[in-house]
């Protein structure tokens, strides 16, 4: 695994119901109602299906890298600083900024990390709004995008900190952004 650099973006998993929904909301999100149903039916039936390592629908969850083995992320209780050693190293992916973006600088990282900082101190609340919104968007063709000032959910965190360092989200809007949708521009190395 490469060595984290403070600005990198942490795609992680769960292995609660709440991340299952999730990724389940990913599946459908990436590839559409029919291909996610025929998966679960199978999965039950025929056992476990074995988890590709490129499947976009394998994490659940951002967590943006600080430095100094921390990071903060978007939890139910809001914005929280934890050590990375509660994520277990078969837990999280890492999504270097510098895959995103390879001319990103010590600069364009240390703004990264002044935001992140920001918003923790700022002690913005978890955004169930923009959650019910995405599932709006999942259950029907309307693309409704709704957020609340001091709100956000962790993909939200991770590319509204990634603005910070020049990387704008070219399909949708921070506040509805999928983890797997930063975890796909990192795996393409597009920005």
């Given amino acids: 695994m490469t060595e984290l650099q403070p600005g990198d973006l942490l795609w992680t ?3 609660g119901v709440v991340g299952a929904l999730i990724r389940f909301g990913e599946r459908i999100h990436h590839h559409g ?3 996610t149903i025929a998966r679960a ?3 039950v039936v025929h056992a476990r299906i074995p988890e590709d390592p490129m499947d976009l629908s394998w994490g659940n969850h951002i967590a943006v890298y600080v430095g100094d083995n921390q990071v903060i992320e978007a939890l139910a209780d809001g914005l929280t600083l934890d050590s990375l050693d509660h994520y277990g ?4 992916r890492p999504l270097p900024l510098a895959a995103v973006r390879a001319d990103a600088t010590d600069v364009d990282r240390a703004r990264l990390v ?3 900082r920001r918003e923790l101190a700022d002690k913005d609340r978890y955004g169930w709004l923009a959650i019910a919104s995405i599932v709006v968007q999942l259950l029907t063709p309307l693309r409704l995008d709704v957020s609340v000032d001091g709100t956000m ?3 939200a965190f991770g590319a509204r900190c990634w603005e910070h360092a020049g990387v704008i989200i070219p399909t949708r809007s921070p ?3 999928f983890p797997s949708d930063l975890a796909l521009l990192a795996l ?3 920005a």
């Fill in 33 to 35: 109602w029919r291909s």
């Fill in 114 to 116: 002044a935001f992140a």
């Fill in 175 to 177: 506040y509805t952004t």
């Fill in 153 to 155: 959910i962790c993909s």
């Fill in 89 to 92: 190293p078969d837990k999280y």
């Fill in 41 to 43: 039916v199978s999965t």
């Fill in 188 to 190: 393409k190395g597009a």
């Fill in 13 to 15: 998993r769960s292995a």
